[in-house]
């Protein structure tokens, strides 16, 4: 079973590359962002980019700052927290 990474800003530039290497090393994405310096299609693209590994990204457009969004995140979500793991995966 794929775990579910979150990621911070995962519509920017650096988090949209993160993205792509998650999925395609076999995690579940969990995108939060609330564009204000990105687009939505950067998401679409990631998604276009990891093939059949795409559904395995899940976006939910929301700021950080929003706490009542966010408890609700990490309560329909089982993240990791293998950071070993990922950090192995990313360097």
Sequence with gaps: ??????????AGYIGSHTVLQLL????KAVVVDNLDNSSEVAVQRVVELAGEAG??????????????????VFAATNMSMDYPKVAELLI
């Design 55 to 72: 559904k395995n990204l899940t976006f939910h457009q929301i700021d950080l700052r929003d706490k009542e969004a966010l408890e609700k």
């Design 24 to 27: 395609l090393a076999g995690f």
């Design 1 to 10: 079973m794929a775990k579910n990474v979150l990621v911070t800003g995962g």
